[in-house]
């Protein structure tokens, strides 16, 4: 199984969805419908989830400060979760009111001053001003469905599809380069903080708690690195059984 998810996680990461990316303000937006299509010929059992409020709605936030959308993908026995706030064009949140910001115009550097007017002007007599004022438009649900689809994108990077977008890279590199792999001796020695021995390496949990042990391989709420090295664990003990055999 984990030799399953490492070579899913290298062929996700390996393959150059570049053709499908689009481009704005600076920031690259992989086709969700591409990036779904392409998820499921590695996992067909792939489900998403979005995450809803007490409420019902798909979105959290408030007025004032703008709003966040949640999604969680589960496949292969993991599930990873992504959240992704809700922006205009401009990559700005958007909240329920429309309101305004100001930006420096990169054009006031090349204007100089009029004297009768006090004013700045370009060489072609345009008017320059040392700050431009912009709108954020309010929110809507096209916005909110948008980020969505976009959040689970993201959401599916986390297994490796479209990864190196968010790494700044042109073209995915190799995967060997990304992360070093977790081994038998990393996933004996992995600590586990959050849990209920947080000073104790797994091996030592394997010793004294076997039923914590099999609690943490079933419960979904088990961060998947602490997954991944209890089933590196599992398959070695499995060896080792199956060679004294």
Same mark, same amino acid.
């Given at each position: 199984?984990c030799k399953?998810?490492r070579e899913k996680?290298?062929?996700?990461?390996s #393959?150059?969805?570049?053709?499908y990316?689009?481009?704005k303000?600076?920031?690259?937006? #992989?086709s969700w419908?591409?990036?779904w299509? =392409?998820?499921? @010929?590695?996992?067909p059992d792939?489900t998403y989830e979005?995450k @809803?409020?007490?409420?019902?709605?798909?979105?959290?936030?408030d007025?004032?400060?703008?709003y966040?959308v949640?999604?969680?993908?589960?496949?292969g026995?993991?599930t990873?979760e992504?959240?992704?706030?809700v %922006?205009? $064009?401009? $990559? +700005?949140? %958007?909240?329920?009111?429309s309101?305004?910001?100001a930006?420096? $115009?990169? *054009?006031?550097?090349?204007a @100089?001053?009029?004297d009768? &007017?006090g004013?700045?002007? &370009?060489?072609?007599g *345009?008017?320059?001003?040392?700050?431009?004022v912009k709108?954020?438009?309010?929110i809507?649900m096209f916005d909110? $469905?948008?980020?969505i689809?976009r959040?689970?994108?993201?959401n #599916?990077?986390?297994?490796g599809l479209?990864?190196y977008?968010?790494?700044?890279? &042109?073209l995915?590199e &190799?995967?060997?380069?990304?992360? =070093?792999?977790?081994?038998y001796?990393?996933a004996?020695a992995?600590?586990? +903080?959050d849990g209920k021995?947080p000073?104790?390496?797994?091996?030592?949990i394997?010793?004294?708690?076997?039923e914590?042990?099999n609690?943490?391989?079933?419960?979904?709420?088990?961060? *998947?690195?602490v997954? #991944?090295?209890l089933c590196?664990?599992?398959?070695?003990?499995? @060896?080792?059984?199956? *060679?004294?055999?």
């Amino acid at each position: 199984m984990c030799k399953e998810i490492r070579e899913k996680f290298a062929e996700l990461y390996s #393959l150059n969805v570049n053709d499908y990316v689009e481009k704005k303000e600076g920031l690259s937006y #992989l086709s969700w419908a591409f990036a779904w299509a =392409e998820f499921k @010929k590695i996992y067909p059992d792939a489900t998403y989830e979005v995450k @809803k409020n007490e409420s019902g709605r798909c979105y959290f936030g408030d007025e004032q400060i703008g709003y966040m959308v949640y999604t969680s993908v589960t496949a292969g026995g993991l599930t990873y979760e992504m959240w992704l706030p809700v %922006m205009d $064009n401009a $990559n +700005k949140a %958007m909240k329920l009111e429309s309101y305004e910001y100001a930006v420096k $115009n990169k *054009n006031f550097k090349f204007a @100089k001053r009029n004297d009768v &007017d006090g004013k700045y002007y &370009d060489n072609y007599g *345009n008017e320059q001003k040392e700050y431009i004022v912009k709108t954020v438009e309010a929110i809507s649900m096209f916005d909110i $469905n948008k980020a969505i689809m976009r959040c689970l994108v993201k959401n #599916l990077a986390m297994f490796g599809l479209g990864l190196y977008i968010y790494a700044g890279e &042109d073209l995915p590199e &190799d995967i060997s380069k990304l992360q =070093e792999p977790m081994t038998y001796e990393k996933a004996l020695a992995y600590v586990y +903080k959050d849990g209920k021995y947080p000073e104790k390496t797994l091996a030592e949990i394997y010793k004294t708690d076997i039923e914590y042990i099999n609690e943490l391989g079933k419960s979904e709420t088990t961060p *998947n690195e602490v997954v #991944l090295a209890l089933c590196i664990i599992n398959d070695e003990i499995k @060896k080792a059984k199956a *060679n004294k055999q």
